[in-house]
């Protein structure tokens, strides 16, 4: 079983739509959550963390359920732009505290 | 203010053969971890290094090997290439803002990757 798991997708959507994202992780010694995004052929981008009392940044929001062991990504009002591949990742409170990450959802937004 | 930089952008080896790829941080940080992402896969952590050792070390063969320097910029050493080595190369810097604190999430920056083709 890997330590992070996702719905590989993709997710179809049209523009305007409201899309949801969600994502397990085994390792209960996992510590720090987020979002990165990447764009096909480009490296990773962090979007944003994510924390138990749920975070939101503009149309984006996250949230944790530690006990679920369970972390979800909302996107509302979906753009063209946010055609991507949404990874989620955890870093563990060990060492330098390496990322893990799941294998991505892509998401595709349509005209 | 200069981000992450790799090279080579791409390179193609035969099985094998030894590669080494570089990394130069992002200006100001001092720690380097690189990560091998399979076509479809998210990145895969290889190791991280820190004052010039390596620090942590994922679920890689010996074949994986690297260095820091004093300038904090990075290699990463691959021997007897094999057609599963083929992948994107991600380098990812950072700084370690508060080292006495049990606990500091900090951003890993991404280079832009050096996409390793084996034959």
């Known amino acids: 079983r890997k330590e992070v798991e996702q719905d590989p997708g993709p997710f179809n959507v049209p523009e305007g739509a409201t899309v949801a994202f969600n994502c397990t992780y085994s390792?209960?010694?996992?510590?720090?959550f987020f979002w990165y995004r990447q764009d096909c052929r480009k490296e990773p981008k962090l979007l944003m963390s994510v924390y138990s009392s749920g975070n939101e940044d503009g149309r984006f929001t996250a949230q944790l359920n530690r006990a679920s062991q369970y972390i979800s990504l909302l996107i509302r009002d979906s753009k063209l732009s946010d055609s991507a591949t949404y990874l989620c990742v955890g870093q563990m409170d060990t060492g330098r505290r390496a990322l893990t990450f799941g294998s991505g959802t892509r998401l595709q937004v349509q005209p | 203010d200069a981000g992450v930089t790799q090279s080579p952008t791409h390179l193609i080896k035969t099985r094998g053969q030894q590669v080494t790829l570089r990394c130069s941080p992002k200006s100001g940080h001092d720690t380097v971890s690189w990560y091998q992402q399979a076509l479809g896969q998210g990145p895969q952590f290889i190791f991280q290094y820190y004052e010039e050792e390596e620090r942590q070390r994922g679920n890689f063969p010996d074949r994986f090997s690297g260095h820091q320097f004093p300038n904090y910029s990075s290699e990463l050493n691959v021997n007897a290439l094999l057609l599963g080595d083929s992948a994107l190369y991600l380098c990812a810097s950072s700084l370690i803002a508060n080292r006495a604190a049990k606990f500091d999430p900090y951003e890993q920056y991404f280079g832009p990757g050096t996409r390793l083709t084996v034959t």
């Open positions: 390792n209960s010694a996992s510590q720090s």
